[in-house]
């Protein structure tokens, strides 16, 4: 017959993957905000875009169920070592996706902005962009979901990749600008736009060394590889 603490251990292990499946919830619904961002940006869909920014309230609910969860654990569990890793990372993790949803849906509002403009070729290089850091956030919470922390180093290492691309829109963007001057507003919003998928990398990198803290109880070694250099 079951001991009083193994009945406790198993609610424990319960109320994490409770946990969990919010946090892949949310991860599933901001990657597809980003995919869906960028899609309604190509077509030029200010009515679809307004439903990508109607979307993101579906994120901030699930993040606040999320700290709700981990208070009540915190509370009714008193978790040590691992499990309070477990508990304090999905906490830390819930509030990156959110940011991630918000970048996304700041992606389309501007899309509607650029819809009362006339489009502009340089539009084509955010999709690759937007590829990629969505790749990095799939990823990072692949690593999260199977505690892989050769994963999770991996995505931290490929978030240089990200900066490299985005350095490159930059560079282009400011080119066009630079070639006529009618592109700048469109550019300029762009640009803001690049650099939201750019910070999306970051998000995706924060994930992963929540994982590698959890596994370890420590950071990752070494520091970031940052290839970012717009502001040099």
Not at 205 to 224: C, K, L, M, S
Request: glycine residues 4%; negative net charge.
């Amino acid at each position: 017959m079951p001991t009083q603490h193994e009945h406790i251990v198993k609610s424990f292990d319960s109320e994490l993957e409770r946990l969990y499946g919010e946090i892949a919830r949310m991860g599933e619904i901001a990657t597809s905000q980003l995919d869906a961002a960028i899609d309604v940006m190509l077509r030029r869909d200010t009515k679809a875009a307004q439903r990508v920014v109607a979307n993101d309230e579906a994120i901030d609910m699930l993040e606040r169920e999320v700290s709700q969860d981990v208070l009540r654990l915190l509370a009714l569990r008193q978790p040590m070592a691992r499990d309070l890793r477990e508990v304090y990372s999905a906490l830390r993790i819930s509030a990156d996706i959110e940011r991630i949803g918000d970048y996304a849906t700041n992606i389309a509002k501007r899309s509607m902005v650029l819809n009362q403009g006339t489009p502009v070729d340089a539009v084509r290089g955010l999709p690759a962009l937007a590829k990629t850091a969505n790749a990095l956030v799939r990823d990072a919470l692949t690593a999260f979901r199977n505690r892989d922390d050769v994963l999770a180093l991996e995505v931290r290492d490929r978030d240089a990749e990200l900066d490299l691309q985005y350095t490159s829109l930059f560079r282009e963007l400011l080119t066009y600008m630079m070639e006529d001057p009618r592109n700048i507003t469109s550019c300029a919003h762009l640009l803001f736009m690049a650099k939201n998928i750019e910070r999306i990398g970051d998000h995706a990198t924060n994930i992963a060394e929540n994982t590698w803290f959890i596994v370890h109880g420590d950071q990752p070694p070494g520091g970031r590889d940052k290839r970012d250099t717009t502001s040099q």
